[in-house]
């Protein structure tokens, strides 16, 4: 059955936009099922560079049909400008290329001044979020007073809601964090507005994904995100609020269980982090800078939608191990190995050292990881220049050789590796 699922196996920005337009090649239709403009996808074609908020990426292939799924929230603001800004660039979008679900939530501007005012009354135990309203909007979904994209179909009932929405939201902003309310009949003005331009995209996308996974349709389901920051799975309570890992795809966009082929999990071969939280194998200094770059390339360590410095460490085969097993991955796709180029010495963490104990799992997962000292195993750098391999033959030996190492490691084949920012920078291994 042909579905395959795109997940991120760390914190989010391993890099999973340019493998999804890779495989977007291949499939029939390309699906978002999780998050909401809090990611940031980029995809490099020749001289275009598309960076995608909501929009699946693979919808950059100009076969493919986009869905944006019900696991979604949706900032109907940000959606509409990326669907103009991608028109602009001659991406060809239109209700018949691109489905919303019905019952994807919105985001409102409540919730962007919720957010806003939440993590600044956390002070120093802030989360670091994205401020686009992510958690409050999806605090109304699991509270029963979210808004969603079908009650935007009736005018007069939808008014209403979006009034009796802010009003509350009001009431938290003003009683619990003494800031500014909102005014009401101009959000719904606002949102009315939208309304009238996103209407015609709305369906049922479970109907319209599961036929095609019938009749033999390849679909992509794109996870945003990655497992560390998963509501349930990640390091809790430094995650985002949605289901970024592979069984989200299934709730997300309203499919059964058995279509599934392939889990595909993307990993940066170092390891990075934007926002607080734990991070083991965290590097300061000078090997710090090296790895992030200095802001001056397109792929350097800066968040793609905030600008934030990431922060930066070696590979975690402790926490990649953690991620293969809550998503199921069946193969591994390896971003930025480039980037390990010139290094003289490459650490990669196999374990922990807790107290006097050596570990490999976690007693109970990533949340708190004080007290764990990574394990390091060095393995030699290479000097070469990579960015022109295409095959493994083209790889340096001690490339190849941290590959292999890896692979041992964890026990799944690396499939995929990705030498350069560029679609046609990858090495396929078959
Ligand atoms: P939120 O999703 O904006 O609520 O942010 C919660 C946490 O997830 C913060 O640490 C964010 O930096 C992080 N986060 C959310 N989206 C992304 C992403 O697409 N890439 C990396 N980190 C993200």
Redesign the pocket.
Known sequence: MPLDIVVGTQ???EGKGRFVDLLAAEADYVARFN?GD???HTVHVGPQTFKLQLIPSGIVQPHTIGVIGNGVVINPTILLTEIQTLIDSGIQISPKRLHLSFAAHLITPAHLAL?RAQEAARGNAK??????G??PAYTSKVSRQGLRLVDMLNMERFKLAVEDHVKNINRQLTKLYQTEPLDAPRVSDDLLQNAIQIAPYISDVSILLTKALRQGCRVLAEG???TL?DLDHGTYP????STPTAAGALIGLGLGLGYEERVIGVTKAFQT?????PFPTELEGDLAQRLRGTGEHPWDEF?T??GRPRRVGWLDLVLLRYAIRINGVTELALTKLDILSGFEKILICTGYRNNEHEITNLPYGPSDLSGFEPIYEELPGWQEDIRTARHWENLPPNARAYILRIEELIGIQVRLVSVGPEREQVVEII
Do not use: E
């Open positions: 914190w989010g920005d998050g809090n990611a940031g957010d989360i670091g979020t994205t401020l686009r992510i958690g945003a995100q990655g920051l430094f995650v985002t609020s982090r934007v926002g607080s939280g968040g939608i905030t």
